[in-house]
């Protein structure tokens, strides 16, 4: 993956002419304007790149995914005993005193710092591409964690469906025979009340010789009521 931000320090301005050169500029390809310049230094970063892993071995677990400093701890990049990291760098950057300067001035104040406490660009380079690699593979663990969150959950989604649909087949068949049952015995009675009504009518044309009124119900006489006794009576 190309980081084009490694190359703010490592580049050769377009304009400068073949016998210029500068011994702090890495890559810079003396008497090569234009299309070599830009070649150079993208090879010099190029090189500076493949000198470190292209994956990053995590020796601690990371228990805070937002702490970019917990994920570096981890990938066991240090800030080196000079202190010059490429955060140190971005803070010089945006130094009051150089950061509304033009962009080659504020590369060269770097350059020039860097010189004086003895260190070269490349160090630079090195420790970005080192937490950048770190963050990159930091971030295939985390989504390859996500993933496998994912089906981990989907299989259980899909347990948890298939028992809530054996859980309701069971009880829509249990309405089912419950309704059926209530079915079989309406179906019962109707047919023993339609029975009942006949003997009923048997028994009361038989009475009607003997007795008036007659005492026996039927769906054509329904039974007569005694009126309630009167107090005292």
Known sequence: M???WYELFVSVDSSENED????ADVGASSGSPGETAARTAAQTVADI?????AATKFTAPVQNPASFDEIYKAAEIATPVHGYTVFKIAE???SEHIRNLPAEVKRSSVLVALDAAGLKIEEIIQDAVRRDRALDGFEIVQQRSMEQLEERKAKENTDIQAEIDRFTAEQRAKIDANNDEVKREKERFYSWRLNKQQEEQK???TVSYFA???PITTSRNPAQVPPPAKPGK
């Open 203 to 205: 028994i009361a044309d």
């Open 49 to 53: 790149a493949s000198r470190i892993p």
């Open 92 to 94: 010089m950057l945006q």
């Open 20 to 23: 210029s050169t500068n011994p």
């Open 2 to 4: 190309s980081k084009k």
């Open 212 to 214: 008036t009124p007659n």
